[in-house]
Structure formats: C-alpha cells, structure tokens
C-alpha cells in the first residue's frame, strides 16, 4: 500500500530582507501565519504528515507558536539545519556563518522521511490547487527502471512578482510533454510594467524576460530517493564550489535537480497552476499578503476560522 506523502517545511531561514522571523508574523485578524495556510491546504489535499526544518536558535518559539498546535492534530517531526552537519572529514570554513541552502537543508531529513515527500518553503503562500495537485502526483509516484520521477509546481512568472523590489526565480525550460528539461536561477528579477526583467552586472543592464513563463517557487514532489542524492551531492559541492567561496557558496536544492536531469537520471513533471503566489520577501509586501486572504475567505476559498480537524480527508 503507497504511503500518504509528507510535507517537508523549510522554516530555518531568518529572512534578512524581511527583517526578522517572516514565517511567524500573522497575515489575518485571527493571527495565522502563513505556514497555517499552507498545512491547512496540505491537510485538505491529503498529507498526513509534517516534517518541519528548522535551527535550534528557533526551535523554542516555533514549536510553541507552530509546532505544538499542529501537533495536536497530524503528525509533526522537526529535523535540525545546522552549518556544522557535513559529512564525515571535512569542517566548517573559519569564518563561515551563512547556512549551506536548501539542499542541505532538505538532505537533514535522511533518516526521519522514509516515503514521498513534498517540499516548500514556510513564508510561501502556494495556494489550494498547487497542495492538491502535488499530492496527487505524490499518492501514485514511483521511481522508474533506472530514473527517478519527480514533480515541480510551476507558477506564471507575473504571478510572483512583487511591486517592492527585486526577487529571486528559477526559470523553468519545459518540453513538448511538460516535462521539466532545465532551470536556470535568476537571482535579481524586477517588475517591468506588466512584466519583468532580470541582471547579472547590479542593474547595469537588463533582460527581459517571456511573458508567462513558468518559475519553480521551491515546491517539490519527491520520492525517497532524493535524499540519498543530496547527501552524496553535498560533497562534491564542497569539494568544488565550497573550496572556491568558503564564505558564501551555497547548496540549492533546485541545483541538484538540474544535474539529475541532465545526467537523465531523473524526470521532473511540471504542473502548472493558474494560482497566484504570494510571499513576504519585504515588509511592504504584507499587506498585500494581508488583502488576499481576505479576499479568499470572502471568495470561500478559506473558512474564517481555519480548523485542522475539518480539514482532514
């Protein structure tokens, strides 16, 4: 019998943009966060299941703000990011303080996830469809003869972007049968009118980008076998990029799935949603986080009261 897949939660970054602990601040009048949504969603969908990543600086308020309400209804784990988890002969840069990324974040999880898995990132607001449809494909995925098969929830580039700054996106090359082919992170993407544009030089010269196109937001259909691929990833990393920036090189989790598709060792299907994103990447951004859930609970999309024990299928 197929496993119900597992809602892995990255919760260990501190937003520095943001300016403090942005999966703690509340985006309604009865005081959920986002990360309420998205495991309400999960719920909904079919997870039952949460593995929440987080540090240990945080793990104190988490658990009381988060975790232990959650608890009280599905399955919770926590798994640790932590700068000095590295495999065994090698040690932390003198001098480094910023975390390895996503990838390393999600490898913490061997050992504790042992099924499907999906992955996002706890200040993300996905929306309902983007739960429904990577469950879905997570109740049925099975690794090929020699391929992995995995999945992405892909978003329209205009449905991400924000009006107060400049954003971080993976555009996706996506083939003739939606399967992913490659992704290409751009790390400065800015709203140009109605559509956008990024830089590689600080701002000196831009490029636009194809209107509607589709970005990977971190949201992730895994099978088990991810896992092993990341730990044993990790070192190449630090053999190569980390050895060349000790300081600030980091493991991205989108990254690592770029190599399993070139070197054919995995398939990625892209399911497209129609939902708009919406995060907390600035302060300003908030509100318009705030407006939107008012609207959805006006729309019926959400109850005014979101209640975990309703929700479960």
Not at 46 to 54: A, E, H, L
Not at 138 to 164: C, W
Not at 198 to 212: C, H, I, R, S, V
């Amino acid at each position: 019998m197929q496993k119900k897949p597992t809602l892995v939660i990255m919760a260990a970054g501190m937003g520095s943009r943001y300016g403090g602990l942005k999966q703690m601040d509340p985006v309604d009048e009865k005081g959920n966060l986002i990360i309420d949504f998205s495991i309400y969603d999960a719920v909904r969908a079919g997870f039952d299941k949460v593995v929440f990543i987080i540090t240990h600086a945080i793990e104190e308020e988490f658990k009381e703000r988060i975790g232990n309400r959650v608890g009280r209804y599905i399955k919770v784990e926590y798994v640790y990011q932590q700068l000095d988890h590295l495999p065994e002969g090698y040690r932390v840069p003198e001098g480094r303080v910023k975390p390895w990324g996503t990838g390393h974040a999600v490898a913490s999880c061997l050992g504790v996830v042992d099924g499907p898995f999906a992955v996002i990132n706890a200040d993300d607001f996905y929306g309902r469809q983007a739960f429904t449809m990577i469950c879905d494909f997570l109740k049925h995925a099975e690794d090929g003869d020699g391929y992995y098969q995995y999945a992405m929830v892909g978003y329209e580039l205009e449905n991400t972007l924000t009006e107060n700054g400049s954003v971080a996106r993976g555009i996706c090359e996506i083939d003739e049968n939606g399967m992913l082919s490659g992704i290409c992170e751009r790390t400065r993407i800015e709203k140009r009118g109605d559509g956008a544009a990024f830089t590689e030089d600080g701002g000196q010269t831009w490029t636009a980008l194809p209107k509607g196109c589709t970005v990977s937001m971190n949201m992730w259909g895994f099978t088990e076998s991810l896992l092993g691929e990341l730990n044993e990833r990790f070192r190449r990393f630090l053999d190569t990029e980390a050895e060349k920036n000790p300081l600030k090189s980091e493991y991205f989790l989108p990254f690592v799935v770029n190599e399993l598709l070139q070197e054919k060792k995995a398939v990625v299907t892209v399911k497209k949603t129609s939902d708009k994103w919406y995060g907390v990447t600035y302060k300003e951004d908030k509100q318009v986080v705030m407006d939107a859930v008012r609207a959805m609970k006006s729309a019926g999309v959400y109850p005014d009261v979101l209640d975990l024990e309703k929700a479960m299928v």
